[in-house]
């Protein structure tokens, strides 16, 4: 094309004490003279078109004199695979048709506030950006983790006005709470227990990325159930046993549990908390249905609800608890609050339709990430599913389900390494299974089809 032009590469060592020395592109003005500042310059070998670089010039003085030669910062050239004393093609281009849809910045060991990331964000329009670089900008620092353009990754681009911002913190308070219910002893479709699909699938995951990209969160772990109690009146119950109970809308006992297994740590191998954690999750389920057991008391028995009867909401609220506060004692670096709920089911829950609004409003105003991770298989329906209580459960009168869909908080399905040799190897799994008879009447249908149909 006209306006590209061959130079030759050199390159330079960053001095950010040295104006000239701290830009990433140094060029002779005199081999461009259409170009002035703030041009956007695209830099690539002649026999390479995976790798074009895109810089933005910050300086254009006569102190480079080289002629039909341009320098590129070392590490930029390193990246992006630009060998120095070689020819490359140099282009200006236009902003708008490289511009980014989306940019990924990662921090740590930082405090940042909604203003700062507003001051940011403003800082960073109408510039180039390209992987792995380095920000830096009213004291905040800040490294470009993925940039998207038209639905595709690329490896550098324009930020405009229309371009999203989305901060991403390696050094965050996190909950982990995992719903110990009935589900959890039972076996997936593929022969594992949900207790191994949660720890040793899921958490094992999640902790051996946490180490690929040098995240150091503080982190809480928390098992939680509600035990139900097989009793009509309280007076079944011993005494010391009361205060502890309560009665949901269906007139049942029940009582809910906690245990903590980690609280506000930060490790980098997490592999002796994935030990710690198996241990306490084998004992838990004959320590809480065997909790208040004592020599010459008798107590009703005792069972572990299902994930869509459990405390969901409740534990949700015990993080709200928590997370409300922030600005007592506030920790000055660290940024972000997540809570992570692991559960063995669907992602159906029966809740209160009151508990759930107060819910909702307090996770939005407190800006708390609330993520559910189902281990069960993904229903036919939409998920997660809140079923809210029937106010008429003990009257004559028949009134429908009411239903709601929380869009406030994130939900995925995990799934585990069989599915994925499964779908590598190209078996179809479906998610419908009907019985024998109705396929193989089906089948029969089928044929008679092809028959009927043939000359």
Same mark, same amino acid.
């Given at each position: 094309?006209?306006?590209?032009?061959?130079? +030759?590469?050199?390159?330079?060592?960053?001095?950010?004490?040295?104006?000239?020395?701290?830009?990433?592109?140094?060029?002779?003005?005199?081999?461009?003279?259409?170009?002035?500042?703030?041009?956007?310059?695209?830099?690539?070998?002649?026999?390479?078109?995976?790798?074009?670089?895109?810089?933005?010039?910050?300086?254009?003085?006569?102190?480079?004199?080289?002629?039909?030669?341009?320098?590129?910062?070392?590490s930029?050239?390193?990246?992006?695979?630009?060998?120095?004393?070689?020819?490359?093609?140099?282009?200006?281009?236009?902003?708008?048709?490289?511009?980014?849809? *989306?940019? #990924?910045?990662? $921090?740590?060991?930082?405090?940042?506030?909604?203003?700062?990331?507003w001051?940011?964000?403003d800082?960073?329009?109408?510039?180039?950006?390209?992987?792995?670089?380095?920000? !830096?900008?009213?004291?905040?620092?800040?490294?470009?983790?993925?940039?998207?353009?038209?639905?595709?990754?690329?490896?550098c681009?324009?930020i405009?006005?229309?371009?999203?911002?989305?901060?991403?913190?390696?050094?965050?308070?996190?909950?982990?709470?995992?719903?110990?219910?009935?589900?959890?002893?039972?076996?997936?479709?593929y022969?594992?227990?949900? @207790?191994?699909?949660?720890?040793d699938?899921?958490?094992?995951?999640?902790?051996?990325?946490?180490? #690929?990209?040098?995240?150091?969160?503080?982190?809480?772990?928390?098992?939680?159930?509600?035990?139900?109690?097989?009793?009509?009146? @309280?007076?079944?119950?011993?005494?010391?046993?009361?205060?502890?109970?309560?009665? &949901?809308?269906?007139?049942?006992?029940?009582?809910?549990?906690?245990?903590?297994?980690?609280q506000?740590?930060?490790? !980098? &191998?997490?592999?002796?908390?994935? +030990?710690k954690?198996?241990?306490?999750?084998?004992?838990?389920?004959?320590?809480? *249905?065997?909790? %208040?057991?004592?020599?010459?008391?008798?107590?009703?028995?005792?069972?572990?609800?299902?994930?869509?009867?459990?405390? $969901?909401? #409740?534990?949700?609220?015990?993080?709200?608890?928590?997370?409300?506060?922030y600005?007592?004692?506030?920790?000055?670096?660290?940024?972000?609050?997540?809570?992570?709920?692991?559960?063995?089911?669907?992602?159906?829950? !029966?809740?209160?339709?009151?508990?759930?609004?107060?819910?909702?409003?307090?996770?939005?105003?407190?800006?708390?990430?609330?993520?559910?991770?189902?281990?069960?298989?993904?229903?036919? %329906?939409?998920?997660?599913?809140?079923?809210?209580?029937?106010?008429?459960?003990?009257?004559?009168?028949?009134v429908?389900?009411?239903?709601? @869909?929380?869009?406030?908080?994130?939900?995925?399905?995990?799934?585990? +390494?069989?599915? @994925? #040799?499964?779908?590598?190897?190209?078996?179809?799994?479906?998610?419908? +299974?009907?019985?024998?008879e109705?396929?193989?009447?089906?089948?029969?249908? $089928?044929l008679?089809?092809?028959?009927?149909?043939?000359?």
């Amino acid at each position: 094309m006209e306006n590209e032009k061959i130079k +030759k590469l050199h390159v330079h060592k960053r001095n950010p004490q040295d104006a000239f020395l701290g830009n990433d592109i140094l060029i002779n003005p005199k081999d461009f003279p259409d170009v002035v500042l703030r041009d956007i310059l695209e830099i690539h070998h002649s026999d390479s078109d995976n790798s074009r670089l895109l810089l933005q010039v910050t300086t254009v003085t006569g102190e480079f004199q080289q002629k039909d030669t341009i320098s590129i910062e070392h590490s930029i050239a390193s990246s992006f695979h630009l060998k120095p004393y070689n020819n490359v093609v140099v282009k200006k281009v236009d902003p708008k048709a490289v511009a980014l849809d *989306l940019v #990924e910045l990662l $921090f740590k060991d930082q405090y940042f506030s909604r203003s700062d990331f507003w001051r940011l964000r403003d800082s960073l329009s109408n510039t180039c950006a390209y992987l792995n670089m380095k920000l !830096e900008a009213y004291d905040m620092r800040a490294q470009v983790y993925e940039l998207w353009s038209k639905g595709e990754r690329v490896t550098c681009g324009v930020i405009n006005s229309d371009t999203r911002v989305v901060f991403r913190s390696s050094t965050s308070v996190v909950q982990i709470f995992i719903q110990m219910s009935s589900e959890m002893w039972d076996f997936d479709l593929y022969g594992d227990l949900y @207790i191994e699909k949660a720890v040793d699938g899921f958490l094992t995951d999640l902790f051996a990325k946490w180490k #690929e990209q040098n995240c150091l969160h503080d982190v809480t772990i928390v098992l939680f159930s509600r035990t139900f109690y097989e009793a009509q009146y @309280i007076e079944e119950f011993p005494v010391f046993m009361r205060d502890c109970l309560q009665v &949901d809308y269906m007139g049942r006992f029940y009582e809910d549990f906690y245990r903590i297994i980690i609280q506000n740590e930060r490790y !980098e &191998d997490w592999t002796t908390t994935i +030990k710690k954690l198996r241990k306490c999750i084998n004992q838990y389920q004959d320590y809480v *249905l065997k909790y %208040h057991e004592r020599p010459g008391e008798k107590i009703p028995k005792a069972y572990n609800s299902t994930a869509a009867q459990g405390n $969901f909401l #409740e534990t949700l609220n015990m993080t709200l608890n928590l997370f409300e506060k922030y600005y007592f004692d506030r920790n000055f670096d660290r940024t972000g609050k997540v809570a992570v709920v692991i559960t063995p089911g669907p992602g159906v829950f !029966e809740v209160d339709r009151q508990l759930t609004n107060i819910t909702k409003q307090r996770t939005i105003d407190c800006g708390v990430g609330s993520d559910l991770v189902c281990m069960g298989e993904q229903p036919l %329906h939409a998920a997660p599913l809140f079923k809210f209580h029937s106010k008429s459960q003990k009257s004559d009168l028949e009134v429908g389900d009411d239903y709601n @869909i929380p869009h406030w908080m994130n939900h995925s399905f995990y799934i585990s +390494k069989h599915q @994925i #040799e499964a779908r590598l190897q190209g078996s179809f799994v479906p998610r419908i +299974k009907p019985p024998p008879e109705i396929v193989s009447f089906n089948f029969i249908i $089928f044929l008679y089809l092809i028959f009927s149909l043939s000359p």
